[in-house]
């Protein structure tokens, strides 16, 4: 792999993980536009780089909130704390669910599809418009609500079905304040995507270092986590001042144009 492909698809990782765009269905479509030349050791472990190098930008952005829930578990007094791990917790059950059972089968259904993709980010834009046009309410993080973002992030194993859009929408449209989804929306991914890193690392026996660019491996990592960074920041911004309607024309158009050329055999 060429060291400005490492950096393009680092970049590309650590945008679309954050931005409600859909990372696994960009990266389908930057593969498909770059070529894959990877065999599928070298690809697994390009990919387990730049989740790591997403999860690490997450970890850093949040440090504070991070801490504070750790600390709020040793304190009896701190009940506010307690519960937003248990929301957490409750919020992954979805995911570990399908990622456990249906995750191969989801794969292989979509792997190069790129009509299917286009199709998922069309779902993609109506859930970011309806987040963006839905009245405000003043709903918390409960045990329930956080099981039904939940279902958004399990949802959102299909490539072009953005994770941090549908959870972040899920959440704005049963009444959570925009910035408190945004941020319980990132937070409640960093153990998924780590646990998705050592699940994929099992399934497949292990990491392949030999033969590998290892100078590539860092570029990606480098770009993943500064636009991981970026994004981060951006996202919340965006999601407080009610704009996630500019990711839904993108959206729109990003599935109309791949959806063209897909039948059309460009």
């Keep these: 792999m060429?060291?400005?492909?490492?950096?393009?698809?680092?970049?590309?990782?650590?945008?679309?993980?954050?931005?409600?765009?859909?990372?696994?269905?960009?990266?389908?479509?930057?593969?498909?536009?770059?070529?894959?030349?990877?065999?599928?050791?070298?690809?697994?472990?390009?990919?387990?780089?730049?989740?790591?190098?997403?999860?690490?930008?997450?970890?850093?952005?949040?440090?504070?909130?991070?801490?504070?829930?750790?600390?709020?578990?040793?304190?009896?007094?701190?009940?506010?704390?307690?519960?937003f791990s248990i929301?957490?917790?409750?919020?992954?059950?979805?995911?570990?669910?399908?990622?456990?059972?249906?995750?191969?089968?989801?794969?292989?259904?979509?792997?190069g599809n790129l009509i299917l993709v286009g199709c998922m980010l069309y779902?993609?834009?109506?859930?970011?418009?309806?987040?963006?046009?839905?009245?405000?309410?003043?709903?918390?993080?409960?045990?329930?609500?956080?099981?039904?973002?939940?279902?958004?992030?399990?949802?959102?194993?299909?490539?072009g079905i953005s994770r941090s859009g549908a959870t972040i929408a899920t959440a704005v449209v049963i009444g959570i304040d925009r910035e408190k989804a945004a941020r319980f929306s990132f937070i409640m991914v960093i153990p998924l995507i780590f646990g998705s890193m050592f699940k994929s690392i099992i399934d497949n026996g292990g990491l392949e270092f030999t033969n590998y660019n290892l100078i590539s491996v860092l570029l990606g990592f480098i770009s993943a986590f500064i636009t991981g960074l970026l994004a981060c920041k951006w996202m919340i911004s965006l999601v407080k001042k009610s704009k996630l309607y500019y990711f839904s024309i993108y959206c729109f158009i990003v599935g109309s144009i791949i959806i063209y050329y897909s039948f059309n055999g460009i």
């Design 123 to 159: 779902i993609t834009a109506i859930l970011l418009y309806l987040s963006d046009v839905i009245k405000l309410k003043t709903n918390e993080v409960t045990f329930k609500n956080s099981f039904i973002i939940g279902l958004s992030q399990a949802i959102a194993i299909l490539p």
């Design 2 to 83: 060429e060291y400005l492909e490492s950096i393009i698809l680092g970049v590309v990782q650590g945008l679309t993980e954050f931005l409600p765009i859909s990372s696994s269905g960009h990266l389908e479509i930057s593969k498909a536009i770059l070529g894959n030349d990877l065999s599928n050791k070298e690809s697994l472990l390009f990919t387990i780089v730049l989740h790591f190098a997403t999860a690490l930008s997450t970890l850093f952005f949040f440090r504070k909130d991070i801490l504070n829930i750790i600390l709020g578990l040793f304190d009896s007094n701190n009940k506010e704390s307690k519960n």
């Design 87 to 111: 929301s957490i917790l409750i919020s992954m059950i979805p995911a570990v669910f399908v990622g456990l059972f249906f995750e191969d089968f989801i794969n292989s259904f979509f792997d």
